[in-house]
T-cell receptor, first 112, second 112 residues
Framework: AQSVTQLDSQVPVFEEAPVELRCNYS??????LFWYVQYPNQGLQLLLKYLSGSTLVKGINGFEAEFNKSQTSFHLRKPSVHISDTAEYFC??????????FGAGTTVTVRA | DTGVSQNPRHKITKRGQNVTFRCDPISEHNRLYWYRQTLGQGPEFLTYFQNEAQLEKSRLLSDRFSAERPKGSFSTLEIQRTEQGDSAMYLCASKGDYYEQYFGPGTRLTVT
């Protein structure tokens, strides 16, 4: 079984500042990792994914994440945030059966 | 590709009533997943289908819950004798040949 820990429940940040959301996972097998974003009263939208290969993955809306196998981490970063990035962000992990295990989420609030 | 759709978007019901939700996946996606998300938490896996076969059910899925996917197309999730603890967002996702799951907008259930 896999599990995900998102280390920050809330992250306030000023517009145009960088942001990092931390995610650690545990698993006894090889995993695939994802970051999703959820806007109020909406479903989840895929930001980016790590399947294999390069440990630095780029996603939509200027987000990127780095997979670190030795530290079992998959932290999400954006160099300059916008007001529209205000949302909840979920890190998720899956293995061969492809059902997702999610973290509890990180609420990002971008202030002008 | 019209995306994953879910109906209804909101449902308010009285305790003890039965409710049914519908999910229409992306056409040609063979896997369909149901998740439940409570306030302030990440989604939790409930069950999934490969075509019309229900392959796994979570321990979260009590005997009051039943899901079907006739003919491997749309899916329904029924909750019998609803309880206040069933209040949550119910999310559906579909997956094709690649690893990512595409989520619908969810059905928010409120049990009064």
């Amino acid at each position: 079984a896999q599990s995900v820990t998102q280390l920050d429940s809330q992250v306030p940040v000023f517009e145009e500042a960088p942001v990092e959301l931390r995610c650690n996972y545990s698993s006894s097998v090889s995993v695939y990792l994802f970051w999703y974003v959820q806007y109020p009263n909406q479903g989840l939208q895929l930001l980016l994914k790590y399947l294999s290969g390069s440990t630095l993955v780029k996603g939509i809306n200027g987000f990127e994440a780095e997979f670190n196998k030795s530290q079992t981490s998959f932290h999400l970063r954006k160099p300059s945030v916008h007001i529209s990035d205000t949302a909840e962000y979920f890190c998720a992990v899956t293995s061969g059966d492809y059902k997702l295990s999610f973290g509890a989420g990180t609420t990002v609030t971008v202030r002008a | 590709d019209t995306g994953v759709s879910q109906n209804p978007r909101h449902k308010i019901t009285k305790r003890g009533q039965n409710v049914t939700f519908r999910c229409d996946p992306i056409s040609e996606h063979n896997r369909l997943y149901w998740y439940r998300q409570t306030l302030g938490q990440g989604p939790e896996f409930l069950t999934y289908f490969q075509n019309e076969a229900q392959l796994e059910k979570s321990r979260l899925l009590s005997d009051r819950f039943s899901a079907e996917r006739p003919k491997g197309s749309f899916s329904t999730l029924e909750i019998q004798r609803t309880e206040q603890g069933d209040s949550a967002m119910y999310l559906c996702a579909s997956k094709g040949d690649y690893y990512e799951q595409y989520f619908g907008p969810g059905t928010r259930l409120t049990v009064t």
